[in-house]
Structures are given as C-alpha cells and as structure tokens.
C-alpha cells in the first residue's frame, strides 16, 4: 500500500467508520482505492463527492459538478510515460482521466493512486478505470508508471470541478456527500438492501481517536468481525429505508 492509499485508509475510513468489506471484484476494489478513501463498496458504503459522481448511478447534493474544458487528448502507450496535455484552458481544475488497461499490470497516476489489472479484465469493462486528478500550479502533463512491457490507452481532458450545495430538510439539517466543505449532518450512503438513502454523521463514529494508523489498525484486528447496524433514512431524517453496517 503506497502513502496516499495508507492516508486515505486512515483518514477516511478508519476516521468515519470501519466498513465492512462485503464484495472484492478486482475491478471494485482498484475504483474504491482510486475513487475515494471512505469508499463506494459494494451494497454497503459511504459516498464521497468524486465517488458519487463516478458511480454514474446516484448524484446526492454536494457531489462535484464536473465541465470538460477542452477536447480530450487520447494516446496509446507501452511502458511508463508522459502525456502532454497543451495549453491549460482557464477555470480548469483537473484532469478527467480514463485508463484502459491494454495488458495485465498495475498503473500508477502522478498523485499515486493506481489501477490494477488481471488478465481476466483485459478487453472487457474492468480494464478501463474513470479517475480526476487535480492539477498542480502550471501542470500541462500526466503520467503513468508501469512497468516496461505494460500496454495502455489514455484519454484524458482539463475540466473543471465544483462542489455542489448540500440539500437541507425540513428540520434544517444539511444532507448529502463529503466533500471539501466538511460533512453534512446526513451523509449519503447505500444500504446493505442497496437503497440510496443517509445516515447520522454522528452514529458513525464506533471507534475512539487514533493517534497512529498503527493504533487504529491494531484496534480493528482487536474488533474484527464485530459490526454495528445504523439506519439508513430518506433526506428527511425520518423515513427509514434500510440499514448499514459499520464494522465487521
């Protein structure tokens, strides 16, 4: 596990819930690392903004509203390399990325999330990982780290990103993603009944302060298959729906 993925672990994951780990297709898991810390698991997860977005599925208030600011700049290549993007168009934020695996192998983006792909997800859906990844002051390229023989296509395109606006219930409560904004007092996540629904930010939290990704990893071997079940409501804060399941 690189660095970013260890802080994405500890900082998402670990700090709002230990989540079940229910299902673990290569493909699901290479897009819960890319995606997001927290994690859109299978049937039962927490969303954050890119992963909502990504998920093509469900969009709750506060996702980022992504724009394509330029035509998208497609290349195919063996090994490691470095793709020139042109000019930065104003406004952009990032860079939308899309990555086919042409051959089995791992594919590391410039923050140093990355795409792994077995031989089974050659020439079928899981081979093709959808990404965003931020853009450094005056950064007009992107690279990927393979190894030698490696084969991928890339099509990449500037965009720009903007976090949408919570919605706020009838009782006044914000709803909705984490997102750079902070969390909303009712955070979207799917049901272990795979409804679309949220929960109170505040029954999440089934674990004391960590001081050390160490300390927290030592506490979740110590509570491994323990779970707790919380329910899941309608944006009103009352209606329930279903139930997720934290821990376990």
């Not at 039962?44 to 093509?56: H, N, P, W």
């Not at 709750?60 to 000019?87: F, H, I, W």
């Not at 505040?202 to 323990?226: C, I, M, N, Y």
């Amino acid at each position: 596990m690189n660095q970013i993925e260890m802080d994405r672990t500890f900082q998402g994951a670990l700090r709002a819930a230990l989540v079940a780990r229910v299902e673990s297709s290569p493909a699901r898991a290479r897009r819960r690392r890319v995606w997001t810390g927290a994690g859109l698991l299978s049937g039962v997860g927490v969303l954050g903004g890119v992963a909502a977005a990504a998920s093509g599925l469900w969009v709750p208030p506060g996702a980022d509203v992504v724009s394509p600011l330029a035509n998208p700049v497609t290349v195919t290549r063996t090994g490691p390399a470095t793709v020139e993007l042109g000019a930065v168009p104003g406004g952009a934020t990032g860079v939308s990325l899309s990555l086919t695996c042409l051959t089995p192998g791992n594919f590391m983006f410039d923050d140093g999330a990355s795409a792994r792909c077995s031989a089974a997800d050659i020439g079928t859906p899981s081979a093709t990982t959808a990404y965003r990844q931020e853009l450094a002051r005056g950064q007009h390229t992107v690279t990927i780290k393979s190894g030698p023989d490696d084969q991928w296509r890339l099509e990449a395109t500037y965009v720009n990103a903007a976090s949408s606006s919570w919605g706020v219930n009838a009782k006044g409560e914000t709803y909705g993603v984490q997102n750079a904004n902070g969390s909303p007092v009712l955070i979207a996540v799917v049901a272990t009944n795979g409804a679309e629904g949220y929960v109170y930010g505040r029954e999440l939290s089934v674990q004391p302060d960590f001081k050390s990704p160490e300390e927290a990893l030592a506490w979740q071997s110590a509570h491994a298959g323990t779970s707790v079940e919380i329910p899941v409501y309608r944006s009103d804060g009352e209606t329930k729906v279903g139930v997720f399941r934290v821990g376990g």
